[in-house]
């Protein structure tokens, strides 16, 4: 597969945190000029076939896609997988566990929420959800702007739901090692989202590496909606260094709210080994 070929592997639909439904994201990559794509959901992969059967209606290659959310070093890091099995039973116990707590931990949110004056907000939430078992956050954020009390989902995680504020309850997500092994074991690739987004000492992110790699992780990625340019650049290193597939995605959420939209990012850097090079008998296409 080319290398330079228009790949976005991590983007969001409403089955997560997405505004869109897996159609008109495979519409969307589409009409952007996307030629492979992935769905990325957090915790969860009842998407997948819809996303890949509305891909493969528009000839749009597929690479079945998650996000793991993973618990490191005390910090939530984000571990994409790409092309495994959407039907093996180890990876969809794995993801059932992890989003297990949500909903406890979504009413402790607001009872943090409460405390401030902000009454009703697990309810205001809820309406933003479309699957129960993965209430997030972001469904939060959407609530708080759309009552007035933040101009955009930025000011929300800012000011009401980040580590210190009111709506933050710490969460353990999987094991570094859980989330990778349920993605090799059913024959994808697991890629570190976004690295530059942690806030990591120079150590902490040196241990996350290595551990990845001896856990059987093989990418990262290096072009993706949340990296600028001094990041394409430190991650470029990185890969070489830790001699690991790149990987690019947008990590497109909404059309309101998302900055980068589906396939419009910047190349990968010409040094790297794309992801999809290792991926090509796992990528779905129209028959
Ligand atoms: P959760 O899994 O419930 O902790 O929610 C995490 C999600 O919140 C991420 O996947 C992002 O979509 C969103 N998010 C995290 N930080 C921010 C931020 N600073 N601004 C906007 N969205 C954010
Ligand atoms: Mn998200
Ligand atoms: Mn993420
Ligand atoms: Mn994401």
Redesign the pocket.
């Known amino acids: 597969m080319n290398s330079s070929i228009n790949a976005d592997l991590h983007c969001h639909s409403a089955v997560s945190d997405g505004t869109l439904a897996p159609e008109a994201l495979a519409a969307r990559a589409k009409a952007n000029g996307v030629e492979l794509w992935a769905l990325t959901d957090h915790d969860e992969v009842s998407g997948q076939q819809r996303a890949r059967d509305a891909a493969l209606s528009l000839a749009l290659p597929y690479l079945n896609g998650t ?1 793991i959310s993973v618990t490191f070093a005390g910090t939530t890091v ?1 571990i994409v997988g790409l092309g495994f099995d959407a039907d093996d039973e180890t990876l969809k116990a794995g993801l059932a566990a992890t989003r297990g707590g949500r909903r406890e931990r979504a009413l402790e949110m607001a009872e943090g929420l409460a405390k401030v004056g902000i009454e009703g907000a697990y309810e205001g939430a809820l309406k933003f959800v479309s699957n129960p078992e993965l209430i997030s956050r972001t469904h939060f954020a959407r609530h708080l702007v759309e009552s007035g009390k933040c101009s955009d989902t930025q000011e929300v995680f800012r000011r009401f739901l980040v580590d210190g504020k009111p709506g933050y309850v710490p969460h353990r997500w999987a094991t570094l090692g859980d989330a990778v092994r349920w993605i090799t074991r059913s024959g994808g690739v697991a890629v570190i ?2 690295p530059g987004r942690y806030k990591f000492s120079a150590n902490e992110e040196y241990a996350l590496f290595t551990e990845f790699k001896a856990h059987g992780g093989r990418g990262v990625e290096v072009v993706t909606g949340s990296h600028g340019a001094a990041d394409f650049i430190k991650y470029t290193d990185m890969a070489l260094e830790f001699d690991l597939l790149a990987s690019r995605g947008s ?1 497109f959420h909404s059309p309101q709210e998302s900055r980068i939209d589906l396939g419009t990012l910047p190349d990968l850097p010409a040094q790297l080994t794309p992801v999809w090079t290792a991926l090509a008998d796992r990528v779905h296409r129209a028959s």
Do not use: I, M, P, T
Request: proline share 0%.
């Open positions: 996000e984000h989202a976004h990590d």
